[in-house]
T-cell receptor, first 113, second 115 residues
Framework: GQQLNQSPQSMFIQEGEDVSMNCTSS?????WLWYKQDPGEGPVLLIA?????ELTSNGRLTAQFGTTRKDSFLNISASIPSDVGIYFC?????????????FGKGTRLHILP | GAGVSQTPSNKVTEKGKYVELRCDPI?????LYWYRQSLGQGPEFLIY????????DSGLPNDRFFAVRPEGSVSTLKIQRTERGDSAVYLC?????????????FGEGSRLTVL
């Protein structure tokens, strides 16, 4: 079936550093989404992207919908301790019945003390 | 309530038993999704409801899994003859904005352990 490939799988950074992660697919997506999951919680939507080439910011977060519609990236500037968690990309495929959303395997962000 | 509510939060059962997991979506949300999340993995799509009907059940792994949403609000995921491989966190999400796909609100999940 369709898969989303996220990289890197894990990141270990210092507080204050900028972070960049991305998501690719062999299939074209209509919608790209970025979620964050904290331990014991469900994922929470960070940014939604609906048009190829769209660049959207949410505070220190910036995400882009790739022009080929097969990739997306998420940047976090000036990381802080509460940024620790798992970041998932997700997308909706064109032509699917209704609104099936599939998720990548996640990028785990760790901040070194 | 204010958010998506899932019960039970934890369920331990024995292999072969029947299990029901309940999801109470945000009031007024017409779309409801079930996902399964294994350790170290992303959420795996199981089934999606629009109103009372299952719009897409292509993610259900086999016929031991079934979900209902009889009145278009609360949904129940039913697993028959549980197997150890069914152990995972089962996440429910709801959405109000049919035109803006992907804006899902998740519950905290039901952690299922099959011994």
């Amino acid at each position: 079936g369709q898969q989303l490939n996220q990289s890197p799988q894990s990141m270990f950074i210092q507080e204050g550093e900028d972070v960049s992660m991305n998501c690719t697919s062999s299939s074209i997506f209509n919608t790209w989404l970025w979620y964050k999951q904290d331990p014991g919680e469900g994922p929470v939507l960070l940014i939604a992207l609906y048009k190829a080439g769209e660049l959207t910011s949410n505070g220190r977060l910036t995400a882009q919908f790739g022009t080929t519609r097969k990739d997306s990236f998420l940047n976090i500037s000036a990381s802080i301790p509460s940024d620790v968690g798992i970041y998932f990309c997700a997308g909706q495929l064109p032509g699917n019945r209704d609104d099936k959303i599939i998720f990548g395997k996640g990028t785990r962000l760790h901040i070194l003390p | 309530g204010a958010g998506v509510s899932q019960t039970p939060s934890n369920k331990v059962t024995e292999k072969g038993k029947y299990v029901e997991l309940r999801c109470d979506p945000i009031s007024g949300h017409t779309a409801l999704y079930w996902y399964r999340q294994s350790l170290g993995q992303g959420p795996e799509f199981l089934i999606y409801f629009q109103g009372t009907g299952a719009a897409d059940d292509s993610g259900l792994p086999n016929d031991r899994f079934f979900a209902v949403r009889p009145e278009g609000s609360v949904s129940t995921l039913k697993i028959q003859r549980t197997e150890r491989g069914d152990s995972a966190v089962y996440l429910c999400a709801s959405s109000a904005l049919a035109g803006r796909t992907g804006e899902l609100f998740f519950g905290e999940g039901s952690r299922l352990t099959v011994l």
